[in-house]
C-alpha cells in the first residue's frame, strides 16, 4: 500500500513540477504603462500593533506615488494598548477607530471600504513593510481591462529564528509559484501585504466575507467568477512580520487552511468549470486533489509510525528481543541490495525537481541560497508539519468549531 502511496504522490508532483517549469519559459505578456496614476486609498487594519504599526505607515508615506492621489485609513479594530494614539502622530492619515471588536481583518476592510471614494484601493497589514517603488510598479497592470486585482510578492522580514527561516524559504517559493500561475491567469489570491482593487468592482461584490477566515482567498475566487483576472506584479517586493512561536505559526496555518476548505466549498462550482478556462479545468481540481493528498500523508505517516511501533513491540513480547542492543550495521552491498526502487526512484526523481523548482525561486528573487540543517527540516520535514495542520484544520471544521482569528 505504502508503494502505491509514493507513487501517486511522486506523480502528482512531478507532473505539477514540468508542467510550472514549462510555464516559467513561457513568454510573458507584457503590461502597458497607464498615461495618469489613478487615485488609490490605502487601508491599514489593525489590533494591537502598537510596536509595528509606526514602522508600516512610515514606509507607506514614503511610496514613490504621487502625494495628491494617495489617502491612507487606518482601522483600528478597538486595540486595547496604543495603537491609536501611535496613528494619530502621524498627519496625514485618517484613523478610523471602531466601536465593536469585529475580531477579523475582513471586519476592518469593510470599515475602511466606506471612506473610500478613489479609483482603486489597497490593503496592507499592520505588521508590513511596503518597499519604496512597489506601488508604482502594481498600477500598470490597471491598464488591462480585465484585470481586478494586482498582488505583489511578499518576504519575510529579518528571519531570525529557524521557524522564521523555514517561513521565509515558504514564501519564497509561494512567490514563484504565485509568478507562474499569473502568468497563464489562473492566480486565485490576494494577500493582506499590498494587494491593489478596483474599488467600484469590489463594492458590487459587497466587499470582504466578514466570515471567511481567510477573506483575502475568497475575495479572489469572486472577483474571477465575476469574470476579472488576479495578476501579479513579482517585482514589487514587500515585507512582513511571521509567527516567531511555533504555537502562534500552527495557529496562523491552522485557520489558514480552514478557511481554504470553506472557500472552496462556497465557490465549487468552478470545478471542472470550462467556463474559468485553465483555472476550472486544471488548477482548481488540483488545488482540491492536493488537499487530499495532504490529508493522505497523514493518515500514512500515523500508519507508518504504527507499523514500526508494532512491528518492535511484537519482536519485543514474542522474540524477547533485546532492544538496547546494537543493531549490525550491513556492509554497502547488502545495503544496496535492499533498496527498493520501486519507491527510492520516484522520491528521488521527485527530490531533484523540488531543488530544482527552490534553486529557481532564490536565484528569481536574488536570495541567498542557505544550505544548513534549517533548509533540510524545511524540504523533507515541513510537509509532515503541514499534512498535520491541514488534519488539524479538516477536523476542526467538521467538528462545527468556531472559526476565529
Known amino acids: 500500500m505504502f508503494e502505491y502511496y509514493v507513487w501517486i504522490i511522486s506523480f502528482v508532483f512531478l507532473y505539477l513540477s514540468v508542467f510550472w517549469i514549462i510555464v516559467f519559459y513561457m513568454k510573458e505578456k507584457k503590461t502597458r504603462k497607464l498615461e495618469e496614476y489613478p487615485s488609490v486609498s490605502i487601508i491599514v ?7 509595528n504599526i509606526g514602522k508600516t505607515l512610515n514606509s507607506i508615506l514614503s511610496l514613490d ?8 485609513i487606518v482601522v483600528d479594530d478597538c486595540s486595547s494598548d496604543n495603537t491609536a494614539e501611535v496613528v494619530k502622530e502621524f498627519d496625514n492619515v485618517k484613523l478610523v477607530q471602531r466601536k465593536e471588536r469585529g475580531g477579523n481583518a475582513a471586519v476592518s476592510m469593510n470599515t475602511g471600504l466606506k471612506y473610500v471614494d478613489t479609483d482603486l484601493f489597497a490593503r496592507v ?4 513593510r511596503v518597499s519604496r517603488d512597489s506601488f508604482k510598479k502594481l498600477v500598470d497592470h490597471f491598464s488591462d481591462k480585465k484585470v481586478g486585482s494586482v498582488i505583489s510578492s511578499i518576504l519575510v522580514d529579518e528571519p531570525k529564528s529557524s521557524l522564521e527561516k523555514m517561513q521565509k524559504f515558504e514564501y519564497i517559493i509561494t512567490n514563484f509559484t504565485r509568478k507562474l500561475m499569473s502568468k497563464i491567469r489562473v492566480l486565485n489570491i490576494t494577500n493582506g501585504v499590498l494587494s491593489a482593487y478596483k474599488t467600484n468592482l469590489v463594492k458590487k461584490l459587497g466587499g470582504f466575507d466578514e466570515k471567511n477566515l481567510t477573506e483575502d482567498f475568497e475575495i479572489a475566487l469572486r472577483i474571477i467568477r465575476k469574470g476579472y483576472d488576479v495578476v501579479m506584479e513579482p517585482s514589487s517586493l514587500n515585507y512582513t512580520h511571521v509567527p516567531r512561536k511555533f504555537s502562534d505559526f500552527w495557529k496562523q496555518r491552522v485557520r489558514w487552511y480552514r478557511g481554504f476548505i470553506t472557500s472552496m466549498i462556497k465557490h465549487k462550482s468552478l470545478l471542472f468549470n470550462k467556463n474559468y478556462g485553465i483555472l476550472g479545468l486544471f488548477l482548481f481540481p488540483v488545488s482540491v486533489l492536493s488537499m487530499f ?54 522520491v528521488f526523481i521527485s527530490l531533484v525537481f523540488g531543488f530544482y523548482v527552490y534553486l529557481k525561486a532564490h536565484k528569481y528573487y536574488n536570495e541567498k541560497r542557505i544550505y544548513s540543517i534549517v533548509t533540510i527540516i524545511y524540504l523533507f520535514f515541513y510537509p509532515i508539519i503541514t499534512s498535520v495542520q491541514w488534519f488539524h484544520a479538516l477536523i476542526l471544521e467538521m467538528g462545527g468549531a468556531k472559526r476565529k482569528w
Do not use: H, Q
Request: no cysteine; aromatic share 16%; charged share 25%.
Open 293 to 346: 493528498l495532504v490529508l493522505f500523508s497523514f493518515v500514512m505517516l500515523i500508519y507508518r509510525l504504527f507499523d514500526v511501533v508494532y512491528d518492535w513491540s511484537y519482536k519485543l513480547i514474542t522474540l524477547g528481543t533485546d532492544i538496547f542492543s546494537i543493531p549490525e550495521i550491513p556492509d554497502v552491498g547488502e545495503f544496496i541490495l535492499s533498496i527498493d526502487v520501486r519507491i527510492y526512484i520516484p
Open 125 to 128: 497589514d499592520a505588521d508590513s
Open 65 to 72: 506615488y504621487p502625494v495628491d492621489k494617495l489617502k491612507i
Open 45 to 51: 487594519p489593525a489590533y494591537n500593533e502598537e510596536k
